[in-house]
């Protein structure tokens, strides 16, 4: 397993800050605390808490669970000239990207658009009859709203995002398109400069601070990556924000079980530390979010020897300490003995750590979740419904979610730094849709006015 080494030295006076915080985190943990997702500072107990299954359930009206009711996908729908053919018997997401500015700086390129395909195509998640994966329908807007490409999008006061502005666009964008009939069975992504004048790379409209109802989901989402969504050298860090806040409006959190975020054993595009690089997988970069549900960690009493467990073969995480500013990166074996501090032993006796900061500096339980288990299709109940009968009427002019959500600290997504810019530009990293998609895998791209449909053919 590879370290860096030059952090072992200073990793050692951390781990001497961290024995007060370990001394009264044992004091609680005496008592198996009730699991709350909402605070998570009271996951302290002896056992780690279930890590909880929040998935879709399939009905009679809805036997893929897809969240779309399947007299709807029995015919193709049409977007504005362009045909959806959705599969009863296989789990269907459509996701229409929008963009703002005349000069296309917002607009994703075609390769970030394959990526998110190939990995919604490449999920371990099970239909009917043996189909496998989530077939994702992109419907791209082929030309961007009349602003500047530069213009901040939406107001932030007092920890609120006013989606107002987006309203606006979005229903913009649905009478210019003809897409006003069409049922709420599509989520909505805006790709801009900014929003609310910050630096962050995106936002989900599932703004909801009570655990039970994020995962509801939500329907809209935005990009805001400055402009770097043209560029092809971006193409990662674009499928990955448009992946990681959809992955929101499908009702994942930042840190799986909570909204704890850069866990290092929860290796999802939810977590900051993989939004815009992807994960590594047996030494490869790939863009998805959790396939495996991995040891807890007790961060009151870390066990190297034990590593992540079986299930980490082949993977690779990050995780940062206090007062450094790069993150630690382990490769190789880490299903047992990870040097966590990096002190070139492997250790014999459980000692007190810190393995997700900036997030916090507490010591608690470290619970992670498979995502692709628990996908919530019904974008907060805006998408699909309780629909006597499959009525397509009864899914059209549905209300949308609040104008108004919450963007405290732990819902804020990730900032799109100086440094950010800087590996975007210099990067060497190449990006073609044939090597993304693979041998044998084909895009499949229609268009009709200004509507283009990116599907895989199956």
């Given at each position: 397993m590879k370290t860096d080494l030059s952090h072992r030295v200073l990793a050692v006076l951390s781990l001497c800050m961290l024995l007060s915080f370990a001394t009264s985190a044992q004091q609680e943990g005496t008592k198996n605390a009730k699991p709350d997702p909402d605070n998570p500072a009271s996951i302290t107990g002896k056992s780690a808490p279930s890590a909880y299954k929040w998935a879709n359930k399939k009905t009679k009206l809805d036997k893929d669970g897809d969240g779309i009711p399947d007299a709807l996908e029995t015919t193709p729908i049409n977007f504005g000239g362009v045909l959806v053919t959705l599969d009863p018997e296989k789990k269907d997401v459509i996701l229409v990207v929008d963009f703002v500015g005349t000069d296309n700086a917002n607009l994703p390129t075609v390769e970030s658009l394959a990526i998110l395909l190939a990995s919604f195509n490449s999920a371990p998640v099970k239909g009917l009859k043996g189909k496998t994966g989530i077939a994702l329908h992109l419907v791209s807007i082929g030309s961007g709203y009349p602003l500047p490409s530069n213009s901040s999008i939406g107001t932030i006061a007092n920890d609120e995002y006013d989606w107002s502005q987006l309203d606006t666009i979005k229903q913009n964008t649905i009478a210019a398109n003809n897409l006003?009939?069409?049922?709420?069975?599509?989520?909505?992504?805006?790709?801009?400069?900014?929003?609310?004048?910050?630096?962050?790379?995106?936002?989900s409209r599932n703004g909801i601070s009570t655990y039970s109802q994020f995962r509801s989901g939500a329907v809209d989402s935005i990009c805001?990556?400055?402009?770097?969504?043209?560029?092809?050298?971006?193409?990662g860090m674009t499928a990955g924000t448009i992946?990681?806040?959809?992955?929101?409006?499908?009702?994942?959190?930042?840190?799986?079980?909570?909204?704890?975020?850069?866990?290092?054993?929860?290796?999802?595009?939810?977590?900051?530390?993989?939004?815009?690089?992807?994960?590594?997988?047996?030494?490869?970069?790939?863009?998805?979010?959790?396939?495996?549900?991995?040891?807890?960690l007790d961060e009151r009493k870390i066990k190297e020897k034990a590593g992540l467990g079986s299930k980490a073969k082949g993977l690779g995480t990050q995780f940062s300490y206090q007062g450094y500013q790069n993150p630690f990166i382990l490769t190789g074996d880490?299903?047992?003995?990870?040097?966590?501090?990096?002190?070139?032993?492997?250790?014999?006796?459980?000692?007190?750590?810190?393995?997700?900061?900036?997030?916090?500096?507490?010591?608690?339980?470290?619970?992670?979740?498979?995502?692709?288990?628990?996908?919530?299709?019904?974008?907060?109940?805006?998408i699909g419904g309780a629909v006597a009968n499959s009525n397509v009427s009864d899914l059209v002019n549905?209300?949308?979610?609040?104008?108004?959500?919450?963007?405290?600290?732990?819902?804020?997504?990730?900032?799109?730094?100086?440094?950010?810019?800087?590996?975007?530009?210099?990067?060497?990293?190449?990006?073609?849709?044939?090597?993304?998609?693979?041998?044998?895998?084909?895009?499949?791209?229609?268009k009709s006015g200004n509507l283009t449909l990116y599907t895989l053919e199956q």
């Open positions: 006003g009939s069409i049922p709420h069975i599509y989520h909505y992504c805006l790709s801009c400069n900014n929003y609310g004048g910050s630096g962050s790379s995106g936002i805001s990556l400055q402009g770097y969504q043209s560029s092809v050298q971006a193409a992946m990681h806040e959809f992955g929101h409006n499908l009702g994942l959190t930042h840190g799986g079980y909570d909204h704890v975020n850069y866990k290092p054993n929860y290796i999802s595009i939810m977590n900051y530390h993989f939004q815009f690089d992807g994960i590594t997988v047996n030494g490869a970069h790939s863009y998805d979010y959790s396939r495996v549900l991995l040891k807890p880490l299903t047992k003995n990870v040097d966590w501090n990096f002190d070139g032993i492997i250790e014999k006796q459980a000692y007190p750590w810190n393995l997700n900061y900036p997030f916090d500096v507490d010591l608690t339980w470290l619970v992670s979740e498979k995502n692709w288990d628990n996908i919530n299709f019904t974008g907060g109940g805006n549905q209300n949308y979610e609040g104008r108004f959500t919450k963007v405290p600290d732990n819902l804020k997504c990730r900032e799109l730094t100086d440094a950010d810019k800087l590996a975007i530009e210099t990067s060497q990293r190449k990006f073609s849709v044939e090597e993304i998609l693979g041998p044998g895998v084909k895009m499949k791209i229609t």
